[in-house]
């Protein structure tokens, strides 16, 4: 187990089992100490009987007694009182998912408003291999809802935009995600064959959710922990992880899973960062620190024609501006990034203005990283 001091002196168990109520070992836990929280509450599914296929075979359906709640009420004076104990282990910029179906998903989504906590995005999980309705009375419930949320408006939470886009090919990463549930191989079974976990999440699930909302040496929480999902992707991807979990057979489960887990190499931890992350870099210390001249000529990608002026800004025919408000009006467009738009004249090549930016970024990091 390791053990992390945080500024008030109090040790984190990292990447260890605690054992019992969540409620209650999160109150033991210190303030202010977790990055992101990611929740798999019990639905409460109010299933009536037995659930049969057409062949009369029995459906392992959730019926467990974790998931048993006399009354609606009861069920929100629950959620309640965790997503309160959840509010005070995160730190002032962390944030938290939740994910449920239609049974209790909008419930969680009130209280966590109800909180203040702030709505970032709801994500539906759209299964690609769903459990078949059997009785034909209603839609085939093909989906789950996972709500993301930061600790209140004011945070500055983690979105890893860039890295998502890759991991979707290049596309912007939208809110519906299609992605099987846990099958096969990756199907946790006790002694007997069956399975260790009714709703055990696939790995998938929180590879993508850790890969955009977390760093690598970030905390992650999961207070119930189950067979252990959280914990063996975050293990994966360099993060540390705290599990709770009340249930003696999930917990052994999840302790001999995450035994047999390899950490990544440190180079494939590496994720595309994103820019919005960066320094910003005014076009005009460019200027000012000469490298580039008041007078020199920048040539846009349709060949336009600028002059860079003294205060940082271009003259173009007719116009000046900003290098991305002359750029939207050579091209006639509503917006244009004026750093990859614009290039300059070295050694007969043109080279973009943005090396100039890059070049002033990686001087900044370099005297941060200076000691003092």
């Not at 494939?268 to 960066?278: M, P, V």
Request: contains cysteine; positive net charge; hydrophobic residues 40%.
């Amino acid at each position: 187990m390791t053990i992390r001091k945080t500024a008030a002196e109090v040790t984190l168990p990292l990447n260890h089992i605690l054992a019992g109520d969540c409620v209650e070992v999160m109150d033991s836990l210190p303030a202010g100490s977790i990055d992101l929280i990611f929740a798999d509450p019990p639905y409460n599914l109010q299933l009536k009987g037995e659930l049969h296929r057409p062949d009369m075979s029995r459906v392992d359906a959730v019926d467990d007694h974790w998931d048993q709640f006399s009354s609606f009420q009861a069920y929100d004076d629950f959620t309640r009182r965790w997503l309160k104990a959840a509010k005070r282990l995160l730190k002032p910029h962390g944030a938290i998912w939740v994910i449920g179906s239609y049974h209790n998903v909008f419930r969680l989504g009130a209280e966590l408003q109800n909180q203040g906590f702030w709505l970032l995005n709801d994500v539906v999980w759209r299964k690609s291999n769903p459990m078949p309705n059997f009785k034909g009375k209603r839609l085939t419930n093909a989906h789950e809802t996972l709500i993301w949320a930061s600790r209140d408006q004011a945070a500055k939470y983690t979105f890893n935009y860039e890295a998502l886009k890759a991991l979707n090919e290049g596309i912007q990463m939208r809110s519906d995600w299609v992605l099987p549930i846990c099958t096969g191989h990756e199907r946790l079974k006790d002694e007997n064959g069956d399975k260790a976990h009714p709703t055990q999440k696939p790995e998938a699930l929180l590879h993508r959710i850790l890969l955009a909302t977390t760093n690598p040496g970030d905390v992650v929480l999961d207070p119930f922990f189950g067979t252990g999902t959280t914990g063996a992707v975050a293990k994966m991807l360099g993060r540390d992880f705290i599990g709770i979990e009340r249930e003696v057979a999930y917990r052994r489960a999840a302790a001999e899973r995450l035994a047999r887990v390899r950490k990544f190499d440190a180079s494939a931890l590496e994720i595309t960062g994103s820019k919005r992350s960066e320094p910003r870099v005014p076009f005009g210390q460019v200027v000012e620190r000469g490298m580039l001249r008041p007078g020199e000529e920048l040539v846009g990608l349709r060949g336009h024609v600028v002059k860079v002026r003294a205060d940082g800004t271009l003259a173009g025919k007719d116009m000046t501006g900003s290098i991305h408000q002359v750029g939207a009006a050579m091209e006639g467009a509503p917006s244009c990034n004026g750093w990859t738009y614009w290039h300059f004249k070295r050694d007969g090549k043109m080279v973009p203005i943005d090396i100039l930016r890059q070049q002033i970024r990686a001087e900044m990091e370099a005297e941060a990283a200076r000691p003092n």
